[in-house]
Antibody, heavy 125, light 111 residues
Framework: QVQLQQSGPGLVKPSQTLSLTCAIS??????????WNWIRQSPSRGLEWLGR?????????DYAVSVKSRITINPDTSKNQFSLQLNSVTPEDTAVYYC???????????????WGQGTLVTVSS | QSVLTQPPSASGTPGQRVTISCSGS????????VYWYQQLPGTAPKLLIY???QRPSGVPDRFSGSKSGTSASLAISGLRSEDEADYYC????????????FGGGTKLTVL
């Protein structure tokens, strides 16, 4: 059974960097068939896919256009986890952040079958 | 404003059949698979339908999905009180709007 356990601060100051980690059990961040995603949800923006990382002979990333200039998703093979960094945050980035697993094949890209517990991140001074 | 358009609310009585629509464009629904998620209050979304009309194991066959052109629909038959939740559609988008996009969500109320 796959489990995703999120960790990270719940409060970030404006202009700083939001950092979250998602620890994976029951699967591998280096799996050739899985993609590891970050998704957020806020009352104003609804559900918003942020990006993903996956391994197919080498590491790949895809990012949402809305955050592409500010986001980095990195795998950590030594700890079997992946992370989200979002730079220069504003109150608009206040949301519940989820990590989730999907497939890498075209037909599985948004097939999120396992989710983290969610982390409410508030951007405020 | 979401790339995929859903009605903000829907309702039905127990036993009824309700449908929730999801409207997109040729760059998302028109050329990619549609997924549906159910979200109960305080929980993460749960995969309900994948690849337009496939149900994961454990999802009752009361839930069904369909797609035609640039629109998709989720149908729930034999409505039950526990179906009261928020429902979201999602699709990959090949344009600059994407790549992963969700609908704004539909709150289903069981009267």
């Amino acid at each position: 059974q796959v489990q995703l356990q999120q960790s990270g601060p719940g409060l970030v100051k404006p202009s700083q960097t939001l950092s979250l980690t998602c620890a994976i059990s029951g699967d591998s961040v280096s799996s050739n068939s899985a993609a590891w995603n970050w998704i957020r949800q806020s009352p104003s923006r609804g559900l918003e896919w942020l990006g993903r990382t996956y391994y197919r002979s080498k590491w790949y990333n895809d990012y949402a256009v809305s955050v592409k200039s500010r986001i980095t998703i990195n795998p950590d093979t030594s700890k079997n986890q992946f992370s989200l960094q979002l730079n220069s945050v504003t109150p608009e980035d206040t949301a519940v952040y989820y990590c989730a697993r999907a497939g890498v094949r075209r037909e599985e890209r948004l097939q999120f079958d396992y989710w983290g517990q969610g982390t409410l991140v508030t951007v405020s001074s | 404003q979401s790339v995929l358009t859903q009605p903000p609310s829907a309702s039905g009585t127990p036993g009824q059949r309700v449908t929730i629509s999801c409207s997109g464009s040729s760059s998302n629904i028109g050329s990619n698979y549609v997924y549906w998620y159910q979200q109960l209050p305080g929980t993460a979304p749960k995969l309900l339908i994948y690849r337009n009309n496939q149900r994961p194991s454990g999802v009752p066959d009361r839930f069904s999905g369909s797609k035609s052109g640039t629109s998709a629909s989720l149908a729930i038959s034999g409505l039950r009180s526990e179906d009261e939740a928020d429902y979201y559609c999602a699709a990959w988008d090949d344009s600059l709007s994407g790549p992963g996009v969700f609908g704004g969500g539909t709150k289903l109320t069981v009267l």
